[in-house]
């Protein structure tokens, strides 16, 4: 773990298995912090809120940040090379996220130094100026999930770094490796012990006793709508402020006269990507009646072309599930789908041979699926796509809109009024036209409904980790 700046090992020193999900060997041995490695870090994180960090200036933040992105962008080969042993997404898919990183990177630096307040107008009698004040909320607690952490972590780091806030943030226990390596070159660009600290362990242990210690001023979480009711429970304690981004469902909806070779692939691929392990994930595919089976025949082309290896295969366009309960996971729902009465096109296969003792599955398209029946509605995080047909633009909405879900969402169709529509119609926190999973920091994206709250991205997104103090000087 790390912890004000020093590598620190768990009091109780207790371990668990690192294992490549590409072969299922165990590759090491990670710290399994429990709450008092929670209260030192939380401590460490308090201490450097109130410390020196406090005074650095905007510029000082400003330069700190692009320090972070030189060295990242000089160590992003290793980076991706650990995220692909630890969490199994395929090397070209990982080194292809620096992108994306360092854009994040340097969209937080510009916000380091575009942080305001307001001076406002007021009806008091004599002269009184007021104004509002921007000030950082403390100790934010990040709690990240396993399916892409390179690229996750950046959304609270840059915040935090951005805003003088300092954090403690517990990664998934699946995938702790590439926050680690991230927290020792953020210390070697020049970062202050104490403002990130990293406290690896069991999401029931380390991250539960993030989530209620009283030190921490508001939690970051992305991870199942399970675990985000108990962190909003945990949060009582203090009334910590909360960003949650929670499960998906999300709706792809593709019209007759959509240029089908591109939505295909787009939909193929918004489900399929990181092997399903996506919460924006495009897993109801809604098709009009009239192309449904040229379009399942097309998608099972498509899912039956794809190279799935091997994490470090350079070829290898898909990798392995994270883990074994994941794979009997994804199998019991294949299983499900076929016992509702879905017609299995292609896959939902646990893969043999050379790939027969990592986590691997085919990409799976089912046919035939009612929007009610649990593969259209539950939460697989696996290669599966459930094709549902539908008729006019009210119908697609209607169906779209039947999950207790509301992240994402996508429309493909050449006729731009009918894509409006859709867009206006469906209750999501983003909706893509004629692509799929596309997302800037300067635009961002969100949930709604039991999705969550608290969007990622462009200046809401920094407001969220201030606070606004209101000022009036009697002159
Ligand atoms: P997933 O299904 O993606 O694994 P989880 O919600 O279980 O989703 O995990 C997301 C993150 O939440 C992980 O870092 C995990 O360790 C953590 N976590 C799991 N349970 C709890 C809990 N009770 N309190 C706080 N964090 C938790």
Redesign the pocket.
Known sequence: MLIDGQTAPCVSEESLEIRNPSSGVVIGQLAAGGEEDIDRAVRAARAAFEGPWSSWTPYERQALLYRVHELMDRNFDELAEIESVDMGAPISKTRATKASVLKMILFFASQSSNIAGETLQNGLPGEVVTMSLKAPVGVVGG?????GPLGSQWWLLGTVLATGCTTVL?????ASLSVLRVAELLHEAGLPPGVVNVVT????V???A??RHSGVDRIA????T???R??ID?SKVNIKKLQLELGGKSPDIIFADADLDKAVQGAAMGVFANSGQICFAGTRVFVQREIVKEFCERAAFFARSIKVGHSLDPEAQLGPLISNDQLEKVMSYVQIGANEGAQLVCGGERLQGSLADGYFVSPTVFADVHNDMRIAQEEI?GPVMSVIPFDTVEDAITKGNATEFGLGGAVWTRDISKALRVVKGIHTGVMWVNCYGLIDPLVGFGGTKMSGYGAKGGRAHLDTYLYSKCVYINT
């Open positions: 709690i990240i999930p396993w399916n517990k990664p998934a226990e699946d362990g069991r999401g029931d380390a991250g539960a993030l989530a979480f992305t991870g199942s399970e675990t985000g108990k962190i945990a995080f």
